[in-house]
């Protein structure tokens, strides 16, 4: 019997707040009688959940969108949607250089969805009419030509959106042990950079007993990690003034078998209480997401980062003092205007210096509308790439050095998936965040997803190596 439901398929880039937004476009679709497909050709939607961090992500998406024509030739009805930052940032220019896409909304108006999907159904349904009379008069080369020419619904969302009524109800999670709940949205740094304040708009925290019945329900419901999810998830407020701090130790008193994550955290805002609440933790994860952009203090003042070297030096100090086999990761940008050879030698210090687990390594992209445009002293393009790369190759070694001194090591973690080259063996996540790949202990167990203890028996550039000794 041939299946009769509408079918969505949505293409996610960018951070796991874009994942997490993907899951709850997904919720309200199927709740509105959507089913979800992998096949972009069997789809009658297809979203592109888009990022505009760097030029990058962003120019991936314009590539997508020209593969997606193809598919309204074949599918005249398919309604194609961009979503995300790129959707809140670039609105009427998608439309001007894509006429033929239908929908365009912000990560605030996903609560709008039924209404835009309604608008962007009768607008198709116009649309095809006119081309029924168009092949009623034959010649179906001119045919195609008109289809393509035929502009899409332009439907738009609410860009103003306070992204008060998102239906955060209808998360259709993707995994079934692994969830991502966001705790606030938007960010009010406004690092000179940065594009996400205007994408994203001002920050606004989700309250306290609402994230604390999600996460015990999810827990209840059998999840085994989950991850909390905030631009800067230290400037936290519950409503009645309870910091992320508090909501970690609450979190941390559910009962049940299950390990926290938590990422950004923004050094400027890092208490001590919360490096305290994590040292006596049972269920948070020992590792911290510590992005510090550069090591010099000057460009991090041009940066608008609201922290020294000095500062964040200090709290890597007692993060390490007070959580003994901590994992330490960051983000880091290199080439930023006006950085000279000394201020990226600060950079390559305090990489050598604190010695992370591993790092997200980036040179410095020009996003239109962020104040450092203003800043005069640009670094030539190939000198930020020839730092980045001298950055890749420090990190590098330095992961290296510190995988090949876990051998030997015993660690608890999530088993996530196959092993991506080989079936009969698995990936797996230690609490403290790294990836250990390991034979399958026994043939005909589904793993995935189960806790299991780990020997590491080797360290390489990217991964571990061990043995499963307990499952
Ligand atoms: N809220 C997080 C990061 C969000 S964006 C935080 O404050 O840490 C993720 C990372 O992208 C940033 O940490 C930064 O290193 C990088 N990034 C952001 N804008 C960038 C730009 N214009 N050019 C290069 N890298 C950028
Ligand atoms: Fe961007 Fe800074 Fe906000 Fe992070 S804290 S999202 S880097 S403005
Ligand atoms: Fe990209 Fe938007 Fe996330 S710009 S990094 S998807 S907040």
Redesign the pocket.
């Known amino acids: 019997m041939k299946d009769n439901k509408k079918k969505f398929h949505i293409i996610t880039f960018g951070?796991q707040m874009n994942v997490a937004d993907s899951e709850m476009i997904a919720g309200a679709l199927m709740k509105l009688g959507y089913e979800k497909t992998d096949s972009k050709s069997e789809a009658d939607l297809v979203l592109i959940n888009t990022c505009a961090?760097?030029t990058k992500p962003e120019a991936k998406v314009y590539s997508h969108l020209g593969d997606l024509i193809k598919l309204k030739d074949v599918n005249p009805s398919l309604i194609v949607g961009i979503c995300g930052c790129v959707a809140q940032k670039e609105r009427e220019n998608i439309i001007k250089r894509f006429p033929y896409v239908d929908l365009v909304f912000g990560p605030k108006s996903i609560g709008e969805l039924p209404r835009l999907l309604e608008l962007a159904d009768k607008a198709v349904a116009k649309k095809l009419k006119i081309l029924s009379e168009m092949k009623s008069q034959g010649n179906e080369k001119a045919n195609l030509k008109m289809r393509r020419k035929l502009k899409g619904a332009r439907i738009y969302g609410d860009f103003e959106n306070t992204g008060d009524n998102l239906p955060e109800k209808d998360v259709a999670r993707e995994s079934s042990f692994k969830a991502y709940v966001t705790i606030m949205r938007g960010?009010n740094?406004f690092?000179s950079?940065?594009?996400?304040p205007y994408t994203r708009g001002r920050e606004q925290s989700r309250p306290f007993d609402v994230i604390l019945s999600e996460v015990r329900q999810l827990v209840e419901s059998g999840y085994k990690e989950i991850t909390l999810l905030g631009?800067?998830v230290n400037s936290y407020n519950g409503g009645g003034g309870e910091t992320f701090a508090d909501l970690l130790e609450k979190i941390d008193a559910i009962e049940g078998r299950f390990y926290v994550r938590f990422m950004?955290s923004?050094p400027k805002d890092l208490s001590d209480r919360l490096i305290d609440v994590m040292a006596s933790a049972r269920h948070v994860a020992p590792h911290i997401h510590l992005?510090f952009?550069s090591g010099s203090t000057r460009i991090l003042e041009l940066m608008n980062r609201k922290y020294t070297r000095e500062h964040y030096l200090g709290l890597i100090d007692k993060i390490k003092s007070r959580i003994p086999g901590v994992t330490l990761t960051t983000?880091?940008?290199a080439g930023f205007a006006q950085e000279t050879e000394e201020d990226f030698n600060d950079t390559v210090s305090l990489l050598n210096f604190v010695r992370f687990d591993s790092a997200?390594l980036?040179?410095?992209?020009?996003?239109e509308g962020?104040a450092a445009l203003s800043i005069p002293g640009a670094v030539p393009l190939e000198t930020r790439l020839e730092r980045l790369e001298r950055l890749v190759k420090i990190q590098m070694d330095i992961t290296f050095d510190i995988n090949r001194s876990m051998a030997g090591e015993i660690h608890e973690g999530i088993v996530e998936a196959p092993a991506p080259k080989s079936k009969k063996e698995l990936s797996i996540r230690t609490f403290d965040n790294h990836v250990v790949i390991a034979r399958a202990p026994a043939a005909g167990i589904d793993f995935i997803g189960s806790f299991v203890k780990v020997k590491i028996t080797e360290g390489f550039n990217f991964v571990l190596k061990g043995d499963i000794i307990e499952y």
Do not use: A, G, L, M
């Open positions: 951070c961090v760097r960010c740094n690092c950079y940065c594009v996400v631009q800067n950004t923004h992005p952009q983000d880091v940008i997200f980036f040179f410095y992209s020009e996003r962020t």
